[in-house]
């Protein structure tokens, strides 16, 4: 398994704004993914960030909204830019690893807009 | 495109009895994965079912993987209040979709 940590762990931003999240693993990784988790619902996958390239977007997500870098095997960020209320939410990344890419989950960060 | 529906959404139960949540995909699968998230954490590999009506145990969790790899059920039997959580399964078919997740409570 992998150990992920994820900075900040929390915060509370105003409209308008951008924050930058961090995701860290302690082993390199190829597999690495950023989801959005609203309350009390599933997850929802925004991005694979891929080494070297540009990230791999899922339908209803822009880069322009959420960029993502990936500048090495073990760390990647992922920016949520212009931020309103409805971006309130749980950021999570996760990287595949094992034989059956397994996911392995950072402990999140709980964002609330303002 | 895939569509995983977990059902049911939210189950009660007392201490002692026993859980099953069911996922179901509209296309054929290459393999299962099943996930728990504890109440304010992130969630956990459980396991990962690849072969057609593959059946995996551990200790009171038994998973199961459909004839047509369609499917795939968790059971737990005679809960505790540490099973407390949502189970997520994640159908994996080119690419993962998270269902909509089974959330329990159990009452002491």
């Known amino acids: 398994s992998a150990v992920i940590s994820q900075k900040p762990s929390r915060d509370i931003c105003q409209r308008g704004t951008s924050l930058t999240i961090q995701c860290q693993v302690d082993s390199q990784v190829t597999m690495m993914f950023w989801y959005r988790q609203q309350p009390g619902q599933s997850l929802t996958l925004i991005a694979t960030a891929n080494q070297g390239s540009e990230a791999t977007y899922e339908s209803g997500f822009v880069i322009d909204k959420f960029p993502i870098s990936r500048p090495n095997l073990t760390f990647s960020t992922l920016t949520v830019s212009n931020m309103s209320p409805e971006d309130s939410s749980i950021y999570l990344c996760?990287?595949?690893?094992?034989?059956?890419?397994?996911?392995?989950f950072g402990p999140g960060t709980r964002l609330t807009v303002t | 495109g895939q569509q995983v529906m977990q059902i049911p959404q939210y189950q009660h139960v007392q201490e002692g009895e026993d859980f099953t949540t069911y996922c179901n995909s509209s296309t054929t699968l290459s393999n299962i994965q099943w996930y728990k998230q504890r109440p304010g954490g992130h969630p956990v590999f459980l396991i990962q079912l690849v072969k057609s009506g593959e059946v995996k145990k551990q200790k009171r969790l038994t998973f199961q993987f459909g004839e047509a790899k369609k499917n795939s059920s968790l059971h737990i039997t005679a809960t505790q209040t540490t099973d407390v959580g949502t189970y997520f399964c994640?159908?994996?078919?080119?690419?993962?979709?998270f269902g909509d997740g089974t959330t329990l409570t159990v009452k002491p």
């Open positions: 994640v159908a994996n078919a080119g690419k993962s979709t």
């Open positions: 996760s990287v595949g690893a094992g034989t059956g890419f397994e996911q392995y």
